[in-house]
């Protein structure tokens, strides 16, 4: 039987260093299908919004990619929600004054009312040691921020809703 070789490298020996740039390397996901609500003016994890992944190389990118479902106080104006690494924001807006870095913002115009909001970001660790990307949120003024759910959680009015939420990061050859 004749061996096969892709790149110079027997099946039985590829790593991802006989693969191109690009290459998709491996997939994490998590979707979050239950409801989550904070009353903070402080970022804190969404829980069940977070992926662990260990990079096979320290020159590989991660394409981080979030969908947040959600709403917040119809009075309040702002849910912020932000993409972290670790411990340290990526993907979010330059300090500028007093205003609250982050990827996106949530908004509920009128009682009852949702939105989504998605962000992809292509970050550099630099590692190969385990990273964890989270989805954390922060409310203003400690109003209350909604995640899968409308503001008005009603199963009698119309406009109420149950949603998921997703994060999912791809490791890219370098």
Known sequence: MALIKLNDQSLTAVTSAGL???TVLQVVSATKTDKFTHSSTTFTTVTGLTVDITPVSTSSKILVTINVQGSQDVNANDGFVAIYRDSTPIGVGDTDGNR??????????????????SMTTLDSPSTTS???YSVKVAAKNASTIFINRSENN?????GAGSMASSITVMEIAG
Do not use: C, K, V, Y
């Open 154 to 158: 009603s199963d009698a009015t119309s």
């Open 130 to 132: 385990q990273i964890t």
């Open 100 to 117: 609250t870095r982050n990827s996106f913002m949530l908004q509920s115009s009128a009682a009852g009312w949702a939105e989504s909001g």
């Open 20 to 22: 191109p740039s690009g």
